[in-house]
């Protein structure tokens, strides 16, 4: 993580991370890089499970353990065991390189892989303390069990037996840390808090960064400087880039690693310039004596990929020996305004940085727009070989005219069976205490959810974009393992594919539309995107409400990329039913593929309708459509039933038993809006948290048809 992000975080009050929110910029890059990877170990014929940044805690001790507060796996003993450091007094790992400002990511496999020699050099915690002197909720002197340790190999790592409950007040629970706590904090005291905290919203700031974090600096790098910040610095690896001629190749690789990076455009103000205009860096950044601009095209819904950009810009600057501070604060809106810059609605990204570049509010690369007179065939091949390159390994395309034939079907099965679904305003209420309120804001909602009853609405391409022509339909696989391994095993662990089946593979397949719709938008086409074109699939609540799998299948179906599942999910012969499907809609004309005709994928053998927990797909009422002379059949899915297990969260055997969650409701007589109130007012509040609970698919994980047995 950038050094000025973290010294700068939480300055002057610890409870408001402020830049320190970069760690949200690591995780997704972080990710990224694991489920990658685990694809690429996977297309060498290996098994690999990316295990995600830890958000999905058991904050309970379960199945035999003696403490609670267990992710996936300890990163950071990970990270020790693989030869990156030790561990300190913390109980955090320690790098010689970073100290404790970094984050870890680890990936099991099966492959046969030379493992690195254990950390040997100086020893990088010297029991400065720092971590404990300044800690706000005294979790190192404070109900303090003695000393825990770890051994790996001939190595031995010892540590303050600590309250984890004291220590996840503010990180874990987002409560004020520096309100009086009593002597013992427990799950009761938490839980009391949190409610209080629905009728005082000022005990709420959300996310706190841990000060053992920005505290934790190794003796060799750490210095003062108390008017910069308030605990130490860390020593830059290199002396800073210095001479003009020295600064315009700095300058040309950032602009390099910009735009390879999906940058659209790149400006550069001095502080000079800046000040002028009253606009001050040195304000965030002490040292500030330049700002970067990143601006990207179609970005509203691809944040994720500008945040991984502006890390990649900043740790790029801090290995010349320069600050950079992003997440910062400063609106991009203001220097576009006052340097009478057109954004034509672009999203910027404020890089604030020590290194001295002179104004350039220009374009920093010139764009070459392609003739728009190349053929079709043309353009679709480019565009497989963008996405391909981005990961996704299905790619195929449908007319607009099938897609709306498909929608004129399923029209007419929905009038037939009238078919309705709730819909919770999220804007009224939220799942739990620790989120009731708006971070800063202080608005609180009211305690109860409310719910409307819709009528099922089915869509078609021209729903998202006038004039639509063509529909790619693009899938990237799900890694193998976290499927076949989804709590399963000793430790029946369940977070790495909540994350990699309800996240990460949605911010991939992000990146790929991103790339290929700006691909189209350089030759005058217009594009829209969805991950669920008809609108007719559910909603997961791991990972922020997005569709279930059976979004997009019959996107997949229209442009020949598999057969129907009886659960509705999309099988291909390449992946089963292990992918997940986005759709790019486009007023460009492109060849459209056919539609698959191979033998069944489905064998009918109902194992997604006999192993789901609420019953919800009929063996007996079956659906069909047509699509070029090709009939598709699958089981008819009462939706009421499955959004009670997985947009809901309210079925145990769902996922949310599997991190530690006390929430099990049975299914009432009738699924009515009352009823599903009444359930989510008994939630279990610690575990059941949005993008936290859990959810696995039982119609992903017991269907027979994987790429090992097709």
């Not at 340097?339 to 764009?367: C, E, H, Q, R």
Request: with cysteine.
């Amino acid at each position: 993580m950038p050094d000025a992000c973290i010294e700068l975080g939480s300055e002057p009050d610890v409870r408001i991370p402020g830049p320190a929110k970069v760690i949200s910029n690591v995780a997704y890059t972080l990710n990224f890089i694991a489920y990658r990877l685990a694809l690429v170990l996977q297309e060498c014929g290996f098994n690999a499970i990316p295990l995600a940044q830890s958000v999905y805690w058991n904050y309970r001790p379960d199945r035999g353990a003696k403490r609670g507060w267990m992710g996936d796996i300890c990163h950071y003993y990970a990270a020790v065991a693989a030869g990156l450091g030790e561990i300190g007094w913390h109980n955090l790992c320690i790098t010689p390189e970073f100290g404790t400002r970094q984050r870890f990511v680890t990936i099991i496999t099966d492959a046969q892989l030379t493992a690195d020699p254990l950390y040997s050099g100086e020893p990088l915690c010297d029991k400065c303390l720092l971590c404990a002197k300044n800690c706000p909720t005294r979790s190192f002197d404070k109900e303090v069990s003695g000393m825990l340790q770890i051994e790996i190999e001939d190595k031995k790592y010892s540590f303050p037996n600590r309250n984890l409950w004291r220590c996840g007040i503010g990180e874990n629970f987002g409560l004020d840390v520096l309100m009086p706590w009593p002597e013992k904090i427990d799950e009761k005291i938490i839980l009391e808090r949190t409610e209080e905290a629905t009728r005082n919203p000022g005990m709420l700031y959300g996310w706190k960064m841990g000060n053992c974090i920005k505290a934790c600096v190794p003796k060799k790098k750490r210095f003062w400087d108390k008017k910069y910040c308030t605990l130490p610095r860390s020593r830059k690896p290199m002396t800073p880039a210095a001479g003009a001629e020295q600064l315009e190749i700095v300058k040309n690789e950032l602009l390099n690693l910009a735009y390879t990076n999906d940058a659209d455009r790149v400006l550069f103000f001095s502080k000079t310039d800046l000040e002028k205009s009253g606009i001050l860096p040195a304000y965030f950044l002490p040292d500030a004596q330049s700002l970067i601009l990143a601006g990207f095209n179609n970005m509203p819904d691809f944040n994720d990929i500008g945040s991984r950009v502006e890390l990649l810009i900043a740790n790029k600057i801090e290995k010349y020996g320069h600050s950079a501070l992003i997440v910062s604060g400063l609106k991009p809106q203001k220097i576009i305004k006052t340097f009478n810059l057109t954004d034509s609605g672009m999203v910027w990204k404020v890089i604030i940085t020590s290194l001295p570049f002179p104004t350039s509010a220009v374009p920093s690369a010139i764009f070459t727009i392609p003739s728009r007179q190349l053929s079709s065939a043309a353009v679709k091949t480019a565009l497989q070989a963008i996405a391909f390159e981005g990961g996704v390994r299905l790619f195929g395309v449908s007319s607009s005219e099938r897609i709306a034939n498909i929608a004129s079907q399923l029209e007419k099965i929905l009038t037939a069976d009238n078919e309705k679904y709730f819909e919770v305003d999220r804007h009224t209420w939220k799942f739990n205490a620790d989120i009731s309120v708006e971070q800063y804001g202080y608005k609180p909602y009211p305690a109860n959810p409310v719910l409307s009853k819709n009528k099922r609405i089915v869509k078609n391409a021209e729903n998202y974009l006038a004039n639509a022509r063509s529909i790619i339909a693009i899938g990237i696989p799900f890694p193998r393992a976290s499927v076949e391994w989804a709590g399963k095993g000793e430790g029946k662990k369940v977070g790495h594919f909540s994350i990699s089946l309800h996240v990460t593979v949605f911010q991939l397949l992000s990146e790929a539309l991103y790339k290929m719709s700006n691909y189209l938008n350089q030759f005058g086409y217009k594009t829209a995107y969805t991950f669920d074109l008809n609108g007719l699939a559910g909603q997961v609540i791991a990972g922020k409400y997005q569709p279930d799998l059976s979004g997009n299948s019959f996107t997949a179906l229209a442009a020949g990329l598999g057969d129907l599942g009886w659960s509705g999910n999309l099988l291909t012969k390449e992946y089963g039913g292990n992918q997940r499907i986005a759709a790019l809609i486009t007023d460009a004309v492109l060849d459209e593929d056919a539609v698959y005709h191979g033998p069944p994928l489905c064998k009918k053998c109902f194992k997604c309708a006999d192993q789901c927990p609420v019953k919800a797909i009929s063996k007996e009422i079956t659906y069909k459509i047509e699509i070029d002379n090709k009939i598709f059949n699958w089981g008819k899915r009462d939706q009421l039933r499955c959004d009670w297990a997985q947009k809901y969260g309210l079925v145990g055997e769902a996922g949310p038993e599997m991190i530690g969650s006390q929430t099990d409701l049975p299914l009432p007589s009738e699924i009515t809006p009352e009823t599903v109130c009444t359930a989510l007012c008994k939630l279990d509040r610690i575990q059941s948290r949005p993008y936290y609970t859990s959810i696995v698919e039982h119609c992903l994980i017991n269907c027979p048809v994987s790429d090992n047995n097709i």
